[in-house]
Structure formats: C-alpha cells, structure tokens
C-alpha cells in the first residue's frame, strides 16, 4: 500500500505536538500553520509526570529542567476576614509515590522545541499569512486544495484548530456543551527574589482562583481566574488593580516581586464536542474539549487523547488499514470520548463547587478538603486522578 498520508490543520500546542508525534509513524505529515502569531506568549502549563514520560519516551523534547521545571509539592489556601493565608490542603511528591506533582513548562519554549524537531523530521509546513484553501472530496481520500499550484490528497484530516474555528462549524452538532463561565483567565510572570522555588500555591478569593506556579527559582507564573464583574469595576485602572491584587497576594510566598510580562487576559468557557469526526475529518485538542485551566487539565486530556491516537494509528498502519476510515475514527471516538465527557463534566462541577459564596457551605468544603489533607490513601486517588490514571 502506497504511504498513507495526514494533513494536521492548525499549529498551536496541539498541532504542534500531534504532527511531532504523528511522523514517528509510516506516514506523510503536511502541517498548515495558518497565520504566525507574533505576540509574544507568556502563557505557561503544568504538565503531568505520566505525560511528562510519555514526551521523553518519543524522544521529542528534552526533558530537562530548562524545559520542565519541577514542582513536588501543591498547596491551597482560604483566606480569612483579617486577610490571612489558610492552608487547607498539601500534597507533595513522597505522597505521590515520589512522581512530580507537575512539571511546569513555557509556551514559547515548547513551541519553539517542537518546531525545532519539525524541521529536523522535514515535516511540509504550509505558512500562509491569509489561509485560504478549499476541501475536496476525492474519491476515497479528502483533497485539499491551496492554490494553484499545491494540491494534496489526504487519508486523515486532524483540525487542530482550537476552539473558536470557523473550520469545525461543519462538524459541529447542536447537542455539543458551550458555555462561559463568566470569567476571565489573567496570565503574567514574577520575577522575585531566589528561593527553592518548589512549591505550586493556589489561593480560593472570593473573586476567583488565584495561582502561583514556579517556573525556575527566582520566576513564577500566575493564572487568576476571576469573575468579569470584578474586572469591570476596575474600569480604566483595571490593569493597575489587578497587578495590585496579585502583588498582595504574591507577598505571602515570595520577595523582590516584579512584573516580568504583560498581563494576557481570556475568557473562559467549558466546550464538549459532541461529534469527534466526519467524513476523514478528526476534531482535536481544544477544538474537541476545552476546560477551565484551574486544575491545569486542558493540555494533559489532549496528551493522553493523542498517546490513544498514535497507539490506535500505529497497529493500523502496520496491517495496511486506511487510517481515515469511518470504522479507525469511531473506534478513537468510542474510547475517548466518555472519558473526556466525564473529565470534562467533573472538572466543571468541582470548579463551581469552589464559586458558591454560601458560608456554611464553604465551610464544609474546606474541611472536607482538610480531611483529604491528612489521609494518604484519599491524596494518592486524587493525584493518581490527575496524573493518568483515569483512563478505561
Ligand atoms: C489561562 C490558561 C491556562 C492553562 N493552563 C493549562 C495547564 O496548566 N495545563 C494544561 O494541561 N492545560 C492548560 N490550559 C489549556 C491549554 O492551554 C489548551 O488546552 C491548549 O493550549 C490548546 O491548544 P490547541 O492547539 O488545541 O488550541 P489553540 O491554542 O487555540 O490553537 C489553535 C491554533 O489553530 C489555528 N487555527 C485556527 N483556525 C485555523 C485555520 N482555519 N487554519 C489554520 N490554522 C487555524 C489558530 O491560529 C491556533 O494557532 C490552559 C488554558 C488557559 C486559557
């Protein structure tokens, strides 16, 4: 059989990784880049120690410290009405069979290394400023045609293309799962004074979830997931206030604190796609699922969706099997797909569960949480829930 051939549509994280991925297979890899953000990114993501491995196994990227910071120890905190810190939860790594709690990485960096090995795999990467390429079903395979003068045949389409693409219109269902939270994501990066900087810290505010994840040891990243409302207040000193805010807090951890980056500032929502698939076209990364970042799950859900893919796609390229056939793409669907919803649906409900402001209840919450603190057996189910393990 001639060499099957994929076409990875969309090159942020997930696009990236899955073509990397993808080319250790007996396949053609074409990637299309769409237009190159130039923004500088200074958004980072915690990454799981299982999916940590699962990288170095591929012989991807180098999975040292420069690339991976590692962070063996969680803890989250209340804060009382005197505005001080209380720690109602820690983990760390000896209670987590000594495996990293996560491994914290910059956007920028891994993008730029998993560019670096798509040069060196010569994988095609198709840059257009304005993408403007149509789809063609022809014959068994799906064509896509660019311009005039660079036309392809493709037995899998993968749009990684995020969750917001005109692309995936087609393939939506009207049963998918889209709402917003009615909040917002704001990103920065600390400089600060050195310390052993091990420690993730995750602050519950009456106005969001506030967290302090460690990057090197005088840098840390902070995601606060805050409610809307409270940003409009802040009207036109909003950047000064929010900057304020996160000094304040970032005070209790560390000393010499500066504003390394700009604050990037997104909404947040949940989407389920309801459809994983249509006619040789595969729906991935974001564009499938996308959560809430305050357990830091979005990007590992993708990992594991994509270590499923690569296992599937491997056994049927080695039996000769059409890789875009209905029958390959269902059989991914079936197994990823109510692992995903259920993910997905648990990660909502806890987070709402961290947003009801009834007192009595808040109580209760935390210290359930206190409890889990202090048995071994109920913290090791939670990592393990995080790390890997809830694969079926
Ligand atoms: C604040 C925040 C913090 C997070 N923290 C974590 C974390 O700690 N751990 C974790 O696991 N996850 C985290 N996540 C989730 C994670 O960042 C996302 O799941 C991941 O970045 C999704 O990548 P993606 O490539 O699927 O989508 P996107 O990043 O949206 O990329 C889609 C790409 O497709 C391109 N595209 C769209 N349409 C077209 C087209 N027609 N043609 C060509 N290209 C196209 C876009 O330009 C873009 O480059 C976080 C998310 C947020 C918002």
Redesign the pocket.
Known sequence: MKQQKICI????????LTAAILSRLNVKIDL????V?KKINN??????QDNVNFLKKNKILSVDKKLFWPCSKMKLYTVSKTSKLNKIFEINEFESSKKKI?Y?TR?SQIIQNINDYIIRKKIVKIK?KK?N?KMITSGFLKSIKFNKDYQSKYNLLIF????????TKNIASSNNINHGYREV?I?TILKHEFLNNNSAHQIFLDSGIMAF?PISNTETSV?W?VKKKVIEKYKNRRNFLIKKKIYLSATSFYKKIKFFSNL?I?D?NLFISQNYYKDRILL????LH??H?FA????????RDLEDLEKKLRNKINLGIDIGSNEILSEFSNEAKPRNFIYSMGLDILKKSFSIKNKPYQNIRNQTLSIISKNPYAKKFLFNLANNKFKF
């Open positions: 549509i969309g090159s942020g994280l997930t696009g990236l299309i880049a769409g237009s953000n958004r980072t993501t915690a990454i799981s996560l914290m956007n257009k993408l390429f990684c293309t995020g969750k917001n693409s005109d692309l994501s990103t994840l995601v997931s990037e997104n947040l991935f990364g974001d564009a996308t959560v970042p830091g799950q979005g990007f590992n859900m993708i990992i």
